[in-house]
């Protein structure tokens, strides 16, 4: 599955729009971890326990997306974006969406390279 964030596929054409995608998932942390989180938002820097909670909401709503547009028959996402909102404190929704689209190479040129929406985002699949 390609994803990428720009409208275009360079090396591919667009054969098909199938329509928008989406994956949502709603995460929070957990007590234990909002009390090691706040032991390192006393002492600044990263607040790591955060991080990990966001990359994995991140991931997990990508994955989704990409199961969406597989059901309903894509091999590509193009224009694919994250949201993110605070539902309540400690809970945040991610959305990740896009267009779904049956790509294929232009001119028997095969495989392109492609800019990917971004290193957590298992370019490849």
């Given at each position: 599955m390609l994803v990428v964030t720009t409208n275009e596929i360079q090396g591919y054409r667009i054969v098909r729009h199938l329509g928008l995608v989406r994956g949502l998932t709603v995460r929070s942390r957990s007590v234990v971890g909002n009390l090691g989180a706040a032991v390192q938002i006393f002492f600044g820097g990263n607040i790591s326990v955060y991080t990990k909670?966001?990359?994995?909401?991140?991931?997990?709503?990508?994955?989704?997306?990409?199961?969406?547009?597989?059901?309903?028959?894509?091999?590509?996402?193009?224009?694919?974006?994250?949201?993110?909102?605070?539902?309540?404190?400690?809970?945040?929704?991610?959305?990740?969406?896009?267009?779904?689209?049956?790509?294929?190479?232009?001119?028997?040129?095969?495989?392109?390279?492609?800019?990917?929406?971004?290193p957590w985002t298992g370019a490849g699949r």
């Open positions: 909670l966001a990359e994995h909401a991140r991931q997990e709503a990508f994955d989704l997306l990409v199961e969406h547009a597989q059901s309903m028959g894509a091999n590509a996402v193009v224009a694919m974006r994250y949201d993110a909102n605070e539902i309540a404190a400690a809970v945040t929704e991610v959305l990740a969406y896009g267009s779904a689209v049956v790509v294929e190479p232009v001119g028997g040129s095969g495989s392109a390279t492609t800019e990917t929406a971004g």
